[in-house]
C-alpha cells in the first residue's frame, strides 16, 4: 500500500540488499569472463617485451601476437580481465587492508590513517563553522519577516555559486593551509543550510507563537523558548543530512593549494594506476558518511524520543549516559516534580 510502512525484517532485508545488488553486479562483471572481460591481462610476456601483469584491450594483444608469430618469436600468453581501472571487489578488499598495514611508496607520505584523519578533521571543523553561523541566521530568517527580506535573497543567489569557484579567493586570503580548505567546507555547506533551517522554522504550528505572544512571549523568549525548542528535532535531521553536502566538497576543498588528505591518497595511487586502492579510499568515504549519519540518527531516537520508534532498554541506558550532557544544553532533561505532600507543606507555610 501508498505510504504504508513496511514491517521490520522485511524493510531490514531491502536495507541489506540494497547494498547486495551492486556488489553482485560488480562480481558478476569481475568474475564471469563471458559477461564483460574486454581486455588481456599479461601472465607471460613471451618475447614482446611487456611486463607481466600489464594489460591490453582484446584487438592488441591478438594483433601484437600475431605480429610476434610471423617474425619467429614467442608469443604473449595472457588470461581475460577486467581494465586496469576496474578491479575485482577481492581485490579492493585487500588493498584497503594493505593500505592501513602497508607504508606509503614514497618516503614522507601520509599513511592512510593519517589521510583519513586529516580529511575529518577539515570536514568537523568547517562543518561545525558552518553550523554556528548558520543556524542562528536561519532561526531568525523563519520567525522574522524582517531578516528573511533581508538575507534569503542574497543566500539563495550566492547559493548557486558553485563553491570551487571561491578556490583563488581562498588560497589568497588564507594562503595554501588548512584554512583554505576549511573556508571552501564552509561555503559549500552555510548558504544551503541557512535556507533549510529557515524552511524547518516556518514549519512550526504557528498556535504555538500566538499562545507564547498572548502570555506576554517577548522576541527573545519566543526564540529560545517556543521556536527552537519547538523544531530543534527537525534541526537536527537537517544538519544530519547537511554532513552529506560537506562530504561532497571534500575531494575539492583538499585539492586546493596542498594535496592533502584522502584527495591526496586517492590522486596518488591513480598516478600509480593502483585503482584498487582508489575504490578503497572512494570506499572508504562512504562508510565514513554512512556510519556518521546511522550513529547521529541512532543517537536522535533517543535525544527526540516522540519522533523515533522506541529503543531497547540496553541502547536507552548507554546513550543517556553519552547524551545527558547535550540534552542538558537542549533542556530536553527534566527537572524532577516535587511529591503531593511536599507542595501541600509548601502552601502551608505560604
Not at 202 to 219: F, I, K, M, S, V
Not at 221 to 233: D, N, S, W
Not at 272 to 278: E, G, I, K, P
Request: charged residues 15%; positive net charge.
Amino acid at each position: 500500500m501508498i505510504r504504508t510502512p513496511l514491517s521490520p525484517a522485511r524493510a531490514m532485508v531491502l536495507k541489506v540488499c540494497a547494498f547486495l545488488m551492486p556488489l553482485v553486479v560488480w562480481c558478476i562483471t569481475s568474475y564471469v569472463p563471458w559477461i564483460w572481460h574486454p581486455a588481456m591481462r599479461i601472465t607471460e610476456p613471451g618475447d614482446s617485451g611487456m611486463r607481466v601483469k600489464s594489460y591490453l584491450s582484446l584487438k592488441d594483444f591478438a594483433e601484437f601476437n600475431e605480429a610476434l608469430v610471423k617474425d619467429g618469436s614467442k608469443p604473449m600468453a595472457g588470461r581475460r580481465s577486467n581494465p586496469y581501472w576496474f578491479p575485482a571487489p577481492h581485490e579492493v578488499l585487500f588493498a584497503m587492508y594493505t593500505a592501513f598495514t602497508t607504508p606509503p611508496l614514497n618516503k614522507g607520505d601520509p599513511w592512510l590513517h593519517e589521510s583519513l584523519a586529516h580529511s575529518i578533521k577539515i570536514i568537523a571543523i568547517g562543518f561545525s563553522l558552518a553550523a554556528i553561523l548558520a543556524i542562528p541566521l536561519g532561526l531568525l530568517c523563519g520567525t522574522f519577516d524582517l531578516f528573511s527580506k533581508l538575507n534569503e535573497p542574497f543566500v539563495d543567489f550566492v547559493r548557486y555559486m558553485p563553491a570551487p569557484a571561491f578556490s583563488a579567493l581562498l588560497l589568497g586570503i588564507f594562503g595554501f593551509n588548512d584554512q583554505a580548505k576549511i573556508g571552501l567546507i564552509t561555503l559549500a555547506t552555510f548558504f544551503s543550510m541557512v535556507l533549510v533551517i529557515a524552511n524547518t522554522t516556518r514549519t512550526l504550528d504557528p498556535a504555538l507563537l500566538e499562545a507564547a505572544q498572548t502570555l506576554g512571549a517577548n522576541r527573545k523568549r519566543l526564540l529560545t523558548r517556543v521556536v527552537f525548542p519547538g523544531i530543534v528535532a527537525n534541526l537536527y535531521n537537517d544538519l544530519r543530512i547537511m554532513i552529506g553536502a560537506s562530504w561532497t566538497a571534500l575531494m575539492i576543498a583538499e585539492l586546493i593549494g596542498e594535496k592533502t588528505g584522502l584527495s591526496l591518497f586517492i590522486s596518488q595511487q591513480a598516478k600509480y594506476f593502483n585503482y584498487a586502492n582508489v575504490y578503497a579510499g572512494i570506499i572508504l568515504i562512504g562508510l565514513i558518511g554512512l556510519i556518521t549519519d546511522q550513529t547521529l540518527q541512532f543517537f536522535g531516537r533517543f535525544l527526540f524520543p516522540w519522533q523515533a520508534k522506541p529503543v531497547d532498554v540496553v541502547s536507552r541506558t548507554v546513550i543517556a549516559a553519552v547524551t545527558f550532557v547535550p540534552r542538558k544544553v537542549l533542556g530536553l532533561v527534566r527537572k524532577p516534580r516535587s511529591s503531593s505532600s511536599e507542595r501541600v507543606s509548601d502552601v502551608s507555610v505560604a
